[in-house]
């Protein structure tokens, strides 16, 4: 590292867990799985709050009959404050073999996060990837902000653990996110004003 130069973390494939402090409202409790981190910013998704509306409505508002009983009565996330009119699908990798969609990011650790229509599509007639998550909006962070919010203590960081996101119950996503790191909800905030 030449004189200067300052330290960077790469985050992707991680879950942010915001610390009890965080003031911010979109953020308070949530917890963020990182799809991409770049020393450009970071892209990531809320996967801890539900919105009113079921996939089913959610297909239905862009023309298409969802046919896979396993999802139609899932909730849609709010993923972030961004672009919250957009869709955003977080699903199980499809491998080499199968099932590419025009516009998809690979997540090094196995998942895939898909914006375009297809995706909807294939789920729409029965295929596509038989783990999806999906949300409106994405929470974005411009160049050094993300570093910057964990230097303040407002984030804390742990690898993700995809069974989170697709089969733990929302009201449970927390709790289990942080005992990945052997922490507890009580602990956190008894700590809070201590030095």
């Not at 491998?95 to 895939?112: C, F, Q, V």
């Amino acid at each position: 590292m030449s004189e200067g130069e300052k330290p960077t973390i790469n985050l992707t494939n991680q879950f942010l867990i915001a610390m009890p402090s965080m003031a911010d409202g979109n953020f308070a409790g949530a917890v963020v799985y990182m799809c991409e981190h770049t020393e450009n910013g970071a892209l990531g998704l809320v996967i801890n709050r539900p919105i009113d509306i079921k996939l089913k409505n959610l297909f239905d508002k862009v023309d298409l009959h969802l046919d896979r009983e396993d999802l139609s009565e899932r909730p849609v996330y709010f993923g972030g404050p961004v672009q919250t009119e957009r869709g955003f699908v977080l699903h199980e990798s499809l491998g080499d073999d199968g099932g590419h969609y025009s516009s998809t990011l690979k997540i090094p650790g196995g998942l895939e996060m898909t914006t375009s229509r297809d995706v909807l599509e294939a789920l729409s007639h029965g295929a596509g990837p038989k783990k999806v998550f999906i949300t409106l909006g994405y929470a974005g962070w411009s160049a050094g902000q993300l570093e910057e919010e964990i230097l303040r203590n407002g984030w804390l960081t742990v690898d993700a653990e995809p069974g989170i996101i697709f089969d733990t119950p929302v009201e449970n996503r927390y709790d289990k996110a942080l005992s990945l790191l052997g922490v507890d909800r009580g602990f956190l905030m008894g700590e809070a004003g201590h030095a």
